[in-house]
T-cell receptor, first 115, second 116 residues
Framework: DADVTQTPRNRITKTGKRIMLECSQTKGHDRMYWYRQDPGLGLRLIYYSFDVKDINKGEISDGYSVSRQAQAKFSLSLESAIPNQTALYFC??????????????FGSGTRLTVV | AQTVTQSQPEMSVQEAETVTLSCTYDTSESDYYLFWYKQPPSRQMILVIRQEAYKQQNATENRFSVNFQKAAKSFSLKISDSQLGDAAMYFCAYRTHNTNAGKSTFGDGTTLTVKP
């Protein structure tokens, strides 16, 4: 099994629908992140969490919400999906303390299309 | 805020040749970490190599090496003996040394094509 699992892998949804993207990890990492990838724009941070009780907004949090249900689970919700939220979404994890400097472990991404 | 710039949207290389991907960044910090990630067509992001800013020695991982120029705020990736499996999008990323900050900033990516 993958260290970081994202579900679903692909999803098509209609404008105005609520959708949840899920992420779970077996790395035992404290820190989890949600990024969005758009062509030509790299990865942009949506939300991040350093532990279950610590959730922070990233640079593009508007229109999104998150839930850290457990150390291993971090979900991203689009309350009312709109077409410009069509993108590839990545969940990532990292260790804490100095081990955080060893970089991220990524999930395989969720390709979301809002029609 | 830190920014990361990859000025080459696309690059190509002949199989077995060497290619260098460019990355520059802007920061006022003196201590930080830099990374190169690879995203093949499978879209899985994979860490290729990392560099600690306080180390002068350039990092190397097999055929991958970096040229870290701290004063110039430049962090290029050199791929030697390019293989077809190296074809991917490559992202440069910056992370502050402050472990309480934790999050990385990414460049826009460079798509590398490897020609047989």
């Amino acid at each position: 099994d993958a260290d970081v699992t994202q579900t679903p892998r692909n999803r098509i949804t209609k404008t105005g629908k609520r959708i949840m993207l899920e992420c779970s990890q077996t790395k035992g990492h404290d820190r989890m992140y949600w990024y969005r990838q758009d062509p030509g724009l790299g990865l942009r941070l949506i939300y991040y969490s350093f532990d279950v009780k610590d959730i922070n907004k990233g640079e593009i949090s508007d229109g999104y919400s998150v839930s850290r249900q457990a150390q291993a689970k971090f979900s991203l919700s689009l309350e009312s999906a709109i077409p410009n939220q069509t993108a590839l979404y990545f969940c990532a994890t990292s260790d804490s303390g100095t081990a955080a400097n060893y970089g991220y472990t990524f999930g395989s991404g969720t390709r979301l299309t809002v029609v | 805020a830190q920014t990361v710039t990859q000025s080459q949207p696309e690059m190509s290389v002949q199989e077995a040749e060497t290619v260098t991907l460019s990355c520059t960044y802007d920061t006022s910090e003196s201590d930080y970490y830099l990374f190169w990630y690879k995203q093949p067509p499978s879209r899985q992001m994979i860490l290729v190599i990392r560099q600690e800013a306080y180390k002068q020695q350039n990092a190397t991982e097999n055929r991958f090496s970096v040229n870290f120029q701290k004063a110039a705020k430049s962090f290029s990736l050199k791929i030697s003996d390019s293989q077809l499996g190296d074809a991917a999008m490559y992202f440069c990323a910056y992370r502050t040394h402050n472990t309480n900050a934790g999050k990385s900033t990414f460049g826009d990516g460079t798509t590398l094509t490897v020609k047989p």
